[in-house]
């Protein structure tokens, strides 16, 4: 019913930039709220950061001053510009979001993307 597609992922060195991009498509009412999850190699995946439909966002400390979540949503996409990035951001970066898809009656589900992997090297 909802599909998530990540998108903006690649390789960079450390202090660099990456904007990661995700896109929401399908039997959407509204979107509650959007996030990004990572998972490092041989770590559990953990919470980035999130977004609400009013605009307020939460980051982890561990990105916080250097990450900025965003959305547009006209267009049901969610960003995450990073930057200052370090080594230890390199991760597979996956979108979550929380859909009211159009149901009888309506209803809110957790929709997740295939993720975007961002490599950083030092």
């Known amino acids: 019913?909802?599909?998530?597609?990540?998108?903006?992922?690649?390789?960079?060195?450390?202090?660099?930039?990456?904007?990661?991009?995700?896109?929401?498509?399908?039997?959407?009412?509204?979107?509650?709220?959007?996030?990004?999850?990572?998972q490092a190699p041989g770590k559990q995946r953990e919470w980035v950061a999130s977004i609400i439909s009013g605009g307020s966002t939460n980051y982890a400390d561990s990105v916080k001053g250097r990450f900025t979540i965003s959305?547009?949503?006209?267009?049901?996409?969610?960003?995450?510009?990073?930057?200052s990035l370090k080594p230890e951001d390199t991760a597979v970066y996956y979108c979550n979001a929380r859909v009211v898809v159009f149901s009888a009656p309506l209803r809110a589900s957790d929709y997740w993307g295939e993720g975007t992997r961002v490599t950083v090297s030092s």
């Open 71 to 83: 959305r547009d949503n006209a267009k049901n996409t969610a960003y995450l510009q990073m930057n």
């Open 1 to 38: 019913q909802v599909q998530l597609v990540e998108s903006g992922g690649g390789l960079v060195q450390a202090g660099g930039s990456l904007r990661l991009s995700c896109a929401a498509s399908g039997s959407i009412f509204s979107i509650n709220a959007m996030g990004w999850y990572r």
